[in-house]
């Protein structure tokens, strides 16, 4: 049986990287050793490092006031190493409560300096974003979170702020073209868009470093892991090396253009399915939709199990919706092919004919 991959992350690779990670497992560049017996300072492997960061950059449009940084500790690392390196007392973070990410995002950053929550939509279930901010003249940053994973919005147009602008762009970053210049730093967990668990990529403007009084510990501070090229100590030398693979594969396929087309596709068939049949209903506001995560319900609850049981016979994987919201959840990431969710929607209508 042909498996579909809607899972949420780790999630779906293409094909051609998968191949191509397996056989530098065995001989990595002709080396005649694995990737995973070389060392992180060679020169083979420094050149992944910068071929990664220069495609990083290339598909941002950004120059060179920008690094690129590869980390560890996931994106929740990121959620109390940027208000580490970011605030202090004197400082205020404004941070968008959009969810179970964003919320978190809000608990760490409260150890380190004063926050505000800016947009709390815990009062509709996170069904929409809050889009009129009042963001306070002596906030630091402004922290959203581009795409809401579990709940299924997307910022389509980013907010206006004097502040700093960070992103936890970790489940939409490169699903299309971006105005990546307006953010001032940018973090993502590679495993939901651009490859495998282990490596978190930080994209952060220099400008704003060295600003805060607090000593920081060497291997949480950017800087440090600036000065050190992204090698302060043994990074995730094959986790990076199957990003790269990613990134590589995004250029060859048309760059954010191409993946910004096809994702828009899979997302516009998706959404009218459901919206057209009446079995299922999707509660998000239609213009903070994302084009990554859908969240949907069945109108009658006591369908969903018998749904996801007919999913499971048909090779539909990872679509039960996260545990605190239930419904299901389809994840539609650049690898996904259209044919996918195609399967998927030709699926709901088979179920929606037998249980209307
Ligand atoms: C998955 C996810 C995280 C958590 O990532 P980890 O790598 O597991 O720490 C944070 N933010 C968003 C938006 C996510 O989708």
């Not at 950053?109 to 505000?116: E, L, M, N």
């Not at 940018?186 to 470093?209: D, F, H, P």
């Not at 509660?283 to 109108?299: C, G, K, Q």
């Amino acid at each position: 049986m042909q498996l579909h991959n809607f899972n949420s992350g780790p999630s779906i690779l293409p094909q051609e990287v998968l191949e191509q990670a397996a056989a530098s497992i065995h001989n990595f560049n002709h080396t005649g050793l694995s990737i995973l017996e070389i060392g992180h300072r060679t020169s083979w492997f420094v050149d992944v490092v910068t071929e990664a960061q220069q495609t990083i950059k290339r598909l941002m449009g950004l120059g060179d006031d920008y690094e690129v940084l590869f980390l560890q500790g996931g994106a929740t690392m990121q959620f109390m190493q940027v208000p580490m390196n970011l605030l202090d007392e004197n400082g205020l973070a404004a941070i968008c409560d959009n969810g179970v990410w964003g919320n978190k995002a809000v608990k760490e950053a409260s150890i380190f300096g004063p926050v505000k929550v800016v947009s709390d939509t815990s009062n509709q279930k996170h069904t929409y974003l809050n889009k009129q901010l009042e963001i306070p003249a002596n906030a630091t940053y402004l922290h959203i979170t581009t795409n809401n994973t579990v709940e299924g919005t997307q910022w389509h147009q980013y907010p206006q702020t004097n502040a700093l602008l960070v992103g936890d762009m970790s489940s939409d970053i490169f699903c299309r073209p971006t105005a990546f210049e307006k953010f001032d730093l940018i973090y993502a967990g590679a495993q939901k868009n651009m490859g495998a668990a282990g490596v978190t990529i930080v994209v952060v403007k220099k400008e704003i470093l060295g600003k805060v009084n607090r000593k920081i510990p060497a291997i949480l501070d950017y800087q440090k892991h600036i000065e050190a090229g992204s090698l302060l100590n043994t990074p995730p030398v094959f986790s990076i090396y199957v990003s790269l693979l990613t990134l590589r594969w995004i250029e060859q396929q048309g760059g954010l253009v191409e993946m910004g087309k096809r994702n828009q596709e899979k997302a516009n068939l998706l959404y009218h399915t459901i919206d057209s049949t009446p079995t299922f209903y999707c509660p998000i506001a239609v213009e903070d939709r994302s084009i990554m995560n859908a969240v949907f319900f069945l109108t009658n609850p006591e369908h969903e199990a018998p749904f996801l049981e007919l999913c499971k016979k048909h090779g539909m994987i990872g679509v039960k919706g996260y545990r605190t919201v239930g419904g299901i959840r389809v994840s539609m990431y650049n690898a996904l092919p259209l044919s996918s969710v195609q399967a998927f929607c030709d699926l709901m209508k088979q179920f929606a004919a037998s249980h209307a």
